[in-house]
């Protein structure tokens, strides 16, 4: 059972353009959801994280978007620039107060920023 | 280090064969990681050190793998009579200290991409 669900698989994005990376997940428990970038044979870095008490966080030209209710949150890549061009991955964790489990994973969008 | 170190960055393996991979966690950093990232696909939790106890096995796919970080600096993954389905890039990450409640972050090596033949 695929815990975190993550959509488009690949997107094509102008330079300049707007780049939209969706998840949805399925266990309320989560309580953190970070967005990661991996170029190619590199380890996923993180790109912007968000909790479950705000619905938007931005920084520089990333913003997660989150709709609890939904269960779903995206990432927002303003004027998205051919350096943006990579990997991406939503995740999800729980495990406040020390808890192991780590990050769930979606998939992974690949995102190609055309010039 | 500057980051999250593993070694050997490539390895090729005949069936059968013993593998050792090597992480070097980022310094004063509690909590450790090991993730599998087979091709196209996204990182998938095998197992979490905290010190050196290993709090979470779960994600550890068989008996033929095996985690250790004796003195909660370095850690060791070991898969035993490699398999084809064992090809995949292994993954090291640390933290200060995992809570998802205290924002720390949890940083990755490049990985040890792991070919079985």
């Known amino acids: 059972q695929q815990q975190v669900k993550q959509s488009p698989q690949s997107l094509i994005v102008q330079k300049g353009g707007i780049s939209i990376i969706n998840c949805a997940y399925e266990?309320?428990?989560?309580?953190?959801f970070p967005w990661y970038q991996q170029f190619p044979g590199k380890g996923p870095a993180l790109l912007i994280a968000?909790?479950?008490?705000?619905s938007e966080k931005k920084e520089g030209r990333f913003t997660i978007s989150f709709n609890k209710s939904a269960k779903q949150f995206s990432l927002h890549i303003m004027d998205s620039q051919p350096g943006d061009s990579a990997t991406y991955f939503c995740?999800?964790?729980?495990?406040?107060?020390?808890?192991?489990?780590?990050?769930?994973f979606g998939k992974g969008t690949h995102l190609i920023i055309q010039p | 280090g500057a980051g999250v170190s593993q070694s050997p960055r490539y390895k090729v393996a005949k069936r059968g064969q013993d593998v050792a991979l090597r992480c070097d966690p980022i310094?004063?950093?509690?909590?450790l990681f090991w993730y599998q990232q087979a091709l196209g696909q996204g990182p998938e939790f095998l197992t979490y050190?905290?010190?050196?106890?290993?709090?979470?096995k779960s994600g550890l796919p068989s008996d033929r793998f095996f985690a250790e970080r004796p003195e909660g600096s370095v850690s060791t993954l070991k898969i035993q009579r490699t398999q084809q389905e064992d090809s995949a890039v292994y993954l090291c990450?640390?933290?200060?200290?995992?809570?998802?409640?205290?924002?720390?972050?949890?940083?990755f090596g490049e990985g040890s991409w792991l070919t079985v033949v």
């Open positions: 990450a640390s933290s200060l200290w995992w809570d998802a409640s205290s924002g720390n972050t949890i940083y």
């Open positions: 266990n309320t428990a989560f309580d953190y």
């Open positions: 968000i909790r479950p008490d705000v």
């Open positions: 995740a999800a964790s729980y495990g406040s107060g020390g808890g192991a489990d780590g990050l769930t």
């Open positions: 310094s004063g950093h509690v909590s």
């Open positions: 050190f905290q010190n050196e106890a290993q709090l979470d």
